[in-house]
């Protein structure tokens, strides 16, 4: 009984949103992660359009150009930046944090659509982590939330440990140029365990220089990976927030 109690307050403090645009949900869409609107055309990134440039591509991911400067294997994204903004903000900075089994559960849809090859080689899911003073402040780290309903969708194992951020660095957001980005995040993550011989599905929220996922996906080949892919929920290309999609 107190447990439903305290579910109602949260609900009146937090209402459902669409895990889409952001929306509060009427009460008859409450039972589902989006609202009417979003969810009669689910606007994921086209197949064969480059979630970083917004250019053509034989492959639901980044074009060969895109991918060429980075590390890992692949990229690919659910979503363009804008398209999710709102709802991104809602869930890490103003309480949304239910929001995150929406957008998860999305991102397994997907993959399921999109990349069943990864599904099939893939040993398991990393997220890329917090800060553990930005993670108290935040009160949950937003990837593993996503990475969970990711897991429980797809059958995926998701490894909470093993990747860890040592620098409580500033947002990358708040720099503009290449070599300030890199230097910020220079030594900035390390690998706690072994992946000797592992296939690994890297999880971020949103792709937008790719300095995080190329810094993370070199430490864990240091540390034995065979493989490093990249899946985020949205990419902030701004050619692609620019098309019709």
Do not use: W
Not at 30 to 58: L, V, Y
Not at 66 to 74: D, G
């Amino acid at each position: 009984m107190r447990n439903r109690m305290k579910e109602k307050l949260l609900e009146l403090i937090f209402p459902p949103r669409c895990a889409i645009c952001g929306e509060v949900l009427a009460l008859r869409e409450r039972k589902e992660f989006f609202c009417e609107k979003c969810g009669g055309h689910i606007p994921f990134i086209p197949k064969e359009t480059c979630p970083h440039c917004g250019g053509k591509t034989d492959t639901a991911g980044f074009c060969d150009f895109c991918r060429k400067p980075f590390a890992f294997e692949t990229a690919c994204a659910a979503f363009p930046y804008e398209t999710v903004r709102q709802a991104v903000h809602l869930f890490k900075y103003e309480g949304g944090k239910q929001l995150g089994e929406g957008l998860g559960a999305l991102m397994a849809e997907y993959l399921l659509q999109y990349h069943e090859e990864l599904l099939v080689k893939t040993d398991l899911i990393l997220s890329v982590p917090l800060h553990p003073k930005k993670e108290k402040r935040r009160g949950f780290n937003q990837t593993h939330i996503l990475c969970e309903k990711i897991a429980e969708k797809t059958g995926l194992m998701f490894q909470k440990e093993g990747l860890c951020r040592k620098k409580n660095t500033v947002a990358q957001s708040t720099l503009h140029t290449p070599e300030e980005r890199r230097q910020n995040l220079k030594d900035a993550f390390a690998a706690t365990k072994d992946f000797t011989d592992k296939r690994i599905l890297l999880v971020d929220d949103i792709f937008t220089t790719g300095t995080t996922c190329n810094e993370c996906a070199k430490v864990l080949y240091r540390s034995g990976a065979r493989e490093v892919h990249v899946f985020c929920l949205s990419a902030a290309g701004l050619q692609l927030e620019q098309k019709s999609i």
